[in-house]
């Protein structure tokens, strides 16, 4: 138990930990429950959008001692869109991700980290059996600016179809997360996450401005609750949350 690493996880922000989970040690990392809400400013009449999502999860084993494997589960999404006076909805099954993490250096000590997480999605709207197959690349890193804060950053690119038959286009992402401890095992930290399609001046950016806590259980778990903002038309409005983590 005394070799474990600290419990390190890529929730409850959007930027991902450039740390691994232990070698032979399985972790989970669950939304309990989670809400989208956007409403278009754009036009009449309004377009409005509901999303839910009930369990997505993220399953993590740790292979080698700076390797792990995850698989992330859209487990349960409902879609509520409402136009011009009709409302379609649509429910099921959600994306299918698989991604490798590999730290590059920083696992266990120094002021900095920095993994590279190759993954690749299957994704398709709620209850449509057709699933698009996308890539991508993830980049974290982590530094300690001291007096307990840390600073996470991340840049992401992606090389997807937005939807079956149309072409691929490369979109990148890219956030930066800083925190610290409030008291004990109580953490806070704030974040800018935005991302778009590169070469495609018809596509705008996607912003929003996060803020979140997390309160460590003992050694192995994790609670959360934070809340997304959209800063940019094309961000979804709002998406509070509530999560959890744990290791075995």
Do not use: C
Not at 49 to 76: C, E, W
Not at 161 to 171: I, L, T
Not at 212 to 235: E, F, K, S, W
């Amino acid at each position: 138990m005394e070799l474990r690493r600290p419990l390190t996880t890529d929730r409850p922000d959007r930027t991902e930990s450039p740390y691994t989970v232990d070698a032979g040690l399985f972790q989970a990392e669950i939304d309990l429950f989670t809400y989208r809400g956007d409403v278009s400013d754009e036009g009449e009449p309004q377009q409005r959008t509901n999303s839910y999502a009930l369990f997505p999860i993220n399953m993590k084993a740790g292979l080698t001692h700076n390797i792990d494997l995850q698989l992330v589960l859209q487990t349960f999404a409902w879609n509520e869109e409402t136009a011009s006076g009709s409302t379609q909805r649509k429910r099921g099954l959600g994306a299918i991700s698989v991604r490798t993490k590999i730290n590059m250096w920083g696992n266990d000590a120094g002021r900095t980290a920095f993994a590279l997480m190759p993954f690749v999605a299957f994704v398709s709207d709620p209850g449509e059996s057709r699933r698009i197959v996308n890539f991508g690349l993830v980049m974290p890193f982590r530094v300690d600016i001291g007096g307990g804060w840390g600073l996470a950053t991340m840049a992401e690119f992606d090389f997807a179809a937005e939807a079956a038959g149309s072409p691929r286009k490369v979109a990148m992402i890219g956030s930066a997360s800083i925190g610290r401890g409030i008291v004990g095992p109580l953490s806070f930290y704030v974040e800018v996450y935005g991302g778009t399609i590169l070469a495609d001046e018809s596509t705008d950016w996607e912003g929003t401005g996060d803020l979140g806590l997390t309160l460590g259980i003992g050694p192995n778990v994790q609670l959360d609750a934070g809340l997304n903002l959209g800063i940019t038309g094309l961000a979804s409005d709002v998406n509070p949350f509530l999560g959890l983590a744990f290791r075995f």
